[in-house]
T-cell receptor
Framework: GAVVSQHPSRVICKSGTSVKIECRSLDFQATTMFWYRQFPKKSLMLMATSNEGSKATYEQGVEKDKFLINHASLTLSTLTVTSAHPEDSSFYIC?????????FGPGTRLTVT | QKEVEQNSGPLSVPEGAIASLNCTYSDRVSQSFFWYRQYSGKSPELIMSIYSNGDKEDGRFTAQLNKASQYVSLLIRDSQPSDSATYLCAVNPAGGTSYGKLTFGQGTILTVHP
């Protein structure tokens, strides 16, 4: 297998503030990472593909200026939710690919009050 | 038509029985297929991958792939209450490239009762 970590695991922030979530591949290098969000009792929704050293590719309907993604190294991608609002409250999960298999981080539960 | 379709369940089986989870996909060129297990409140965990037609066994889990029928399944033998979770079928539609996006089914909720 492979280990992917996320930080923080849980965050509560006030409406209008920004929140940064880190995703790290701990025992392998990942040129590509993926960011998902998941609402309760729903399946995963892919938000964007994070590419090391280049711009992220966003899925249709995902605002790139609201969800800023930076993949500055082969082991770290960050997702920043800017000017968060209560409707951004969700479970955010990253993943990274190793040997054709995609491994998920433990997720970050964001609550915007 | 959904790209990856699963029976949403819930599927309920008694402890010790075989649980059978099914998945169909629409993109005929798909090459890589995965089963993930997701416990409530947790992120998905990869339990099986399969790339060739036929069966692949790993412990109590067997994945079956039939590309002609565009069908992939997961069998769980000797089901345990700890197997109770949502099982996600995922397909890589990008011809097997290692960085391809996954398309997920909606998940099947499995409950194993003592």
């Amino acid at each position: 297998g492979a280990v992917v970590s996320q930080h923080p695991s849980r965050v509560i922030c006030k409406s209008g503030t920004s929140v940064k979530i880190e995703c790290r591949s701990l025992d392998f290098q990942a040129t590509t990472m993926f960011w998902y969000r998941q609402f309760p009792k729903k399946s995963l929704m892919l938000m964007a593909t994070s590419n090391e050293g280049s711009k992220a590719t966003y899925e249709q309907g995902v605002e790139k200026d609201k969800f800023l993604i930076n993949h500055a190294s082969l082991t770290l991608s960050t997702l920043t939710v800017t000017s968060a609002h209560p409707e951004d409250s969700s479970f955010y999960i990253c993943s990274a690919t190793k040997d054709y298999e995609q491994y998920f981080g433990p997720g970050t539960r964001l609550t915007v009050t | 038509q959904k790209e990856v379709e699963q029976n949403s369940g819930p599927l309920s089986v008694p402890e010790g029985a075989i649980a059978s989870l099914n998945c169909t996909y629409s993109d005929r060129v798909s090459q890589s297929f995965f089963w993930y297990r997701q416990y409530s409140g947790k992120s998905p965990e990869l339990i099986m991958s399969i790339y060739s037609n036929g069966d692949k066994e790993d412990g109590r889990f067997t994945a079956q792939l039939n590309k002609a029928s565009q069908y992939v399944s997961l069998l769980i033998r000797d089901s345990q209450p700890s197997d109770s979770a949502t099982y996600l079928c995922a397909v890589n539609p990008a011809g097997g490239t290692s960085y391809g996006k996954l398309t997920f089914g909606q998940g099947t909720i499995l409950t194993v009762h003592p």
